[in-house]
């Protein structure tokens, strides 16, 4: 393993942290912010529940308030950061609810705001797969020119029958639609993938992240299913206790999916880590540090690293694509 660890620093993985320095020469960190919008799992177009998943804060419970302008919000957010580190170059990461949700003047106006900071460097999206317009994938593709965009899309699952237990009102065509249209303006695509869900075994959560990493994609987040207070999953979980996976179960289960991930795809991340105040479960996820180090562990101790178990693992989900 030492060889492959020497291709990504101190990691066996392709971590983001790497790749930002490689890049950029320097650590680079992420300013949440909030551009004030809905999603339309929420605003009655598709629903008004959100997925079973989402808090009231639609995945952006960290991020300021939207009444603060987004040049109030890095300046909030940069300050502090730089009271504990030498940070000098930031991605402005908007983050809560569906971020390509609103008129594309008011989007240009926001996202143009934020590139147009010079301590940010790349402008990251948080979005669904089914809202992305071609006036908004143009404005995407002339913002890109200026500085780096990338877009997160949130598929979470392959399998049909979880999409449908999550209730996200959109399909794997439609993220499929998405991925070919940022691909052709050549926007760097991020994808996030819940592993836990309840509905799902160690097999069905290794085809979707195999999948993944079968793709043109630029990146991956692995997320943790958290159940937080006043979600839809939260009530059945309080009515109906599911089993959800323990630290070292987890942990074993992020090592396979970087075994299977090509070698070339940067993890975003891990794990995550909701807030505290509303987390019902696993409460063990709220050390994060702990997780993490668990997850490294767990890597050392298996001789394991990114791309160990690729070909192997994809072969087995030919029948998929």
Known sequence: MTENRKLWGDKPYHSLDYYLKQTYGEKVYRLSLNGGMTCP????TLGTKGCIFCSAGGSGDFTPSPLLSVTQ????ARNRITKKTNARKFIAYFQAYTNTYAPVSYLEKIFMEAVSHPDIVILSIATRPDCLSEE??????KINAIKPVWVEL????IHPATTDWIG???SIKDFHTALTNLQKREIPVIVHVILGLPCENRNMMLDTVSYVGSLPVFGIKLQLLHVLKNTRLADQYLSHPFALPG???YANLAADCIEILPKHMTIHRLTG???????LAPLWSADKKNVLNTIHKTLKERN???GKGEITWQSQISSIK
Do not use: A
């Open 41 to 44: 799992n929420r605003d009655g």
């Open 73 to 76: 919000q890095i300046t909030e």
């Open 136 to 141: 908004i994938l143009e404005l995407l593709r």
């Open 154 to 157: 949130g598929l979470q699952t």
């Open 168 to 170: 996200s009102g959109f």
């Open 247 to 249: 630290l070292l179960e």
């Open 273 to 279: 880590d909701g807030p505290k105040s509303l987390l």
């Open 304 to 306: 394991s690293y990114q």
